[in-house]
């Protein structure tokens, strides 16, 4: 510890945390793309002058921010501190440093103060267009898009116009790419200008002092907690649909040493010449946050949170596939390694661990064409499932977990789209019954009103494989893609729209918590009366 009494440490972060939050809202305020203001994909950090996250935005996606850090260390491998300089900026989506697949353009700027390098901002945000042909049977990372390795976007404050020429040729929305960019950069402003303040405020040269400090409080939070558990190893199975003739299935050992806590995915399936595959930056980032929720809920996260977590799995396999792996949906095997994790604590952990719930992994759907008018436009709906249940509570519904990305509003989605939302609905009778009951999921509708056919783009799972339920409860409901014609679409699939044609995607019930026998007679009627039951409308 470095002297701090802990009221002066707790206004120093607050302040700190405060400042990436004012930058996460500039951004949002900013930004061209629905994916960023609307649906929540991003993050926002404050980094030492090593590249560790002193605070992070609590919006967004927290998974981004939990590996942030080791991003950074990657870029500056590149790009060692003694070459930046005030104004630079460096971006990246290589997946195997950024955040998993080439869509999320991470940036990295420097924060220099009084002539001094004393540490970074960084962001991570979804682009709405990577350029590349989406294709369901793609064998390699390239077809998914471009691949931007760490390069500088601005020098000095001015921007390295090649490197922005070459991006925008590259992607079919050029104006909302760099949009969204320059509102990155915007938020990278704002950080900048609060973390010199910060310094002068409180009389300090650097964050040295304060990162130390820092890091100490959520390591040895995080190490407090994991004392709590009997040390052993605890295991689980996680099986999903995968795709055809390539099932996927996450093998998780968790083993408890004392005040560190390891994570292992040896026996998981084999990496495919499919998007699923997760890099294993990102199947770190989606083990250490259900943990770091499930033991130390209550303490701020930063780089420190995640030291007494380690993270492990075999080179080609799912979790951990060699380059050049196709990845673009890799949340559709990242997100399940909550399910894994919790149903391996679940023994030592009734209480504080959920059932599976129906958006591990997410459901996206991406609608693009062109309207009426000759507009292309592209637009990603981002609609939650239901949550697991816990042993106490009933599971959220239509909740995003384990990512944090929000529905967004679907009057904003018509207005940048020709597309009309017929209804947005909960889904009765989705949750799975137990004595407490899995979340609902949701029914949405989407009507294609052009002359013009639009490209509907399907990447989920659960079409087999439900949320299983904990404790005797029940699974929830499977997801679906039905056309108004009555054909049913592949969850991971291209099609199309047809002129007038509407599509209704039902996302799938988080699973349900005890028998559901036990069920107190006063929440099932509650349940009927709400319309949460099948027969019902909700």
């Given at each position: 510890?470095?002297?701090?009494?802990?009221?002066?440490?707790?206004?120093?972060?607050?302040?700190?945390?405060?400042?990436?939050?004012?930058?996460?809202?500039?951004?949002?305020?900013?930004?061209?793309?629905?994916?960023?203001?609307?649906?929540?994909?991003?993050?926002?950090?404050?980094?030492?002058?090593?590249?560790?996250?002193?605070?992070?935005?609590?919006?967004?996606?927290?998974?981004?921010?939990?590996?942030?850090?080791?991003?950074?260390?990657l870029v500056?491998?590149?790009?060692?501190?003694?070459?930046?300089?005030?104004?630079?900026?460096?971006?990246?989506?290589?997946?195997?440093?950024?955040?998993?697949?080439?869509?999320?353009?991470?940036?990295?700027?420097?924060?220099?103060?009084?002539?001094?390098?004393?540490?970074?901002?960084?962001?991570?945000?979804?682009?709405?267009?990577?350029?590349?042909?989406p294709?369901?049977?793609?064998?390699?990372?390239?077809?998914?898009?471009?691949?931007?390795?760490?390069?500088?976007?601005?020098?000095?404050?001015?921007?390295?116009?090649?490197?922005?020429?070459?991006?925008?040729?590259?992607?079919?929305?050029?104006?909302?790419?760099?949009?969204?960019?320059?509102?990155?950069?915007?938020?990278?402003?704002?950080?900048r200008?609060?973390?010199?303040?910060?310094l002068?405020?409180?009389?300090?040269?650097?964050?040295?002092?304060?990162?130390?400090?820092?890091?100490?409080?959520?390591?040895?939070?995080?190490?407090?907690?994991?004392?709590?558990?009997?040390?052993?190893?605890?295991?689980?199975?996680?099986?999903?649909?995968?795709?055809?003739?390539?099932?996927?299935?996450?093998e998780?050992?968790?083993?408890?040493?004392?005040?560190?806590?390891?994570?292992?995915?040896?026996?998981?399936?084999?990496?495919?010449?499919?998007?699923?595959?997760?890099?294993?930056?990102?199947?770190?980032?989606?083990?250490?946050?259900?943990?770091?929720?499930?033991?130390?809920?209550?303490?701020?996260?930063?780089w420190?949170?995640?030291?007494?977590?380690g993270?492990?799995?075999?080179?080609?396999?799912i979790v951990?596939?060699?380059?050049?792996?196709?990845?673009?949906?890799?949340?559709?095997?990242?997100?399940?390694?909550?399910?894994?994790?919790?149903?391996?604590?679940?023994?030592?952990?009734?209480?504080?661990?959920?059932a599976?719930?129906?958006?591990?992994?997410?459901?996206?759907?991406?609608?693009?064409?062109?309207?009426?008018?000759?507009?292309?436009?592209?637009?990603?709906?981002?609609?939650?499932?239901?949550?697991?249940?816990?042993?106490?509570?009933?599971?959220?519904?239509?909740?995003?977990?384990?990512?944090?990305?929000?529905?967004?509003?679907?009057?904003?989605?018509?207005?940048?789209?020709?597309?009309?939302?017929?209804?947005?609905?909960?889904?009765?009778?989705?949750?799975?019954?137990?004595?407490?009951?899995?979340?609902?999921?949701?029914?949405?509708?989407?009507?294609?009103?052009?002359?013009?056919?639009?490209?509907?783009?399907?990447?989920g799972?659960?079409?087999?494989?439900?949320?299983?339920?904990?404790?005797?409860?029940?699974?929830?409901?499977?997801?679906?893609?039905?056309?108004?014609?009555?054909e049913?679409?592949?969850?991971?699939?291209?099609?199309?729209?047809?002129?007038?044609?509407?599509?209704?995607?039902?996302?799938?019930?988080?699973?349900?918590?005890?028998?559901?026998?036990?069920?107190?007679p006063?929440?099932?009627?509650?349940?009927?009366?709400?319309?949460?039951?099948?027969?019902?409308?909700?």
């Open positions: 510890m470095t002297g701090f009494d802990p009221i002066g440490l707790e206004v120093r972060w607050d302040r700190l945390a405060a400042a990436t939050d004012e930058a996460a809202s500039t951004m949002l305020r900013t930004a061209f793309s629905t994916i960023i203001r609307e649906s929540n994909d991003y993050t926002v950090v404050l980094m030492d002058a090593h590249g560790r996250t002193m605070a992070e935005s609590r919006a967004g996606i927290p998974g981004f921010a939990a590996l942030m850090s080791s991003l950074t260390a500056l491998e590149r790009f060692p501190a003694a070459e930046w300089r005030d104004g630079d900026c460096v971006i990246t989506n290589d997946p195997w440093i950024a955040t998993g697949h080439l869509p999320d353009i991470a940036m990295i700027t420097p924060v220099f103060h009084r002539g001094t390098l004393v540490g970074y901002a960084g962001t991570a945000a979804h682009s709405p267009d990577i350029g590349g042909t294709s369901m049977g793609s064998a390699d990372l390239l077809s998914e898009g471009i691949l931007i390795p760490p390069l500088r976007l601005f020098r000095e404050g001015r921007v390295e116009q090649g490197v922005k020429d070459f991006l925008l040729a590259n992607v079919r929305l050029a104006g909302q790419v760099w949009g969204d960019l320059e509102a990155q950069s915007a938020a990278h402003a704002v950080c200008r609060r973390a010199q303040e910060f002068d405020d409180f009389g300090e040269p650097d964050f040295e002092r304060f990162a130390a400090e820092v890091h100490a409080v959520t390591d040895a939070a995080m190490r407090a907690a994991v004392r709590e558990l009997p040390d052993g190893v605890y295991r689980a199975g996680v099986d999903a649909d995968g795709i055809e003739g390539h099932p996927t299935h996450i998780c050992a968790v083993t408890v040493d004392g005040d560190r806590i390891g994570i292992d995915y040896t026996g998981s399936s084999a990496q495919v010449p499919f998007s699923t595959n997760s890099t294993l930056n990102y199947t770190r980032a989606y083990s250490v946050y259900p943990l770091k929720i499930l033991l130390d809920p209550a303490t701020r996260t930063n420190g949170s995640y030291q007494a977590i993270v492990t799995a075999p080179v080609g396999t951990n596939p060699t380059f050049p792996a196709p990845v673009v949906a890799r949340h559709l095997t990242g997100h399940l390694l909550s399910c894994a994790i919790y149903r391996a604590l679940a023994p030592v952990l009734p209480g504080s661990v959920i599976d719930s129906g958006g591990a992994p997410a459901l996206r759907v991406r609608f693009a064409g062109v309207d009426d008018a000759g507009r292309p436009f592209s637009q990603m709906l981002f609609a939650n499932a239901g949550m697991g249940a816990s042993r106490d509570k009933d599971g959220l519904s239509t909740t995003a977990f384990p990512t944090n990305s929000g529905s967004g509003s679907i009057e904003a989605l018509e207005v940048a789209s020709p597309l009309r939302f017929v209804r947005k609905e909960f889904r009765a009778g989705s949750g799975g019954r137990g004595r407490r009951r899995g979340g609902l999921g949701q029914d949405v509708e989407v009507h294609n009103p052009t002359r013009r056919p639009v490209q509907l783009v399907l990447l799972d659960r079409e087999r494989h439900p949320a299983l339920g904990l404790a005797g409860g029940e699974p929830g409901a499977t997801a679906q893609a039905v056309l108004d014609s009555g049913r679409v592949p969850l991971k699939s291209i099609s199309q729209l047809a002129p007038g044609a509407s599509v209704v995607i039902s996302f799938p019930g988080g699973g349900g918590f005890g028998a559901p026998e036990d069920r107190e006063d929440l099932i009627l509650a349940d009927e009366l709400g319309g949460y039951t099948p027969g019902e409308s909700a």
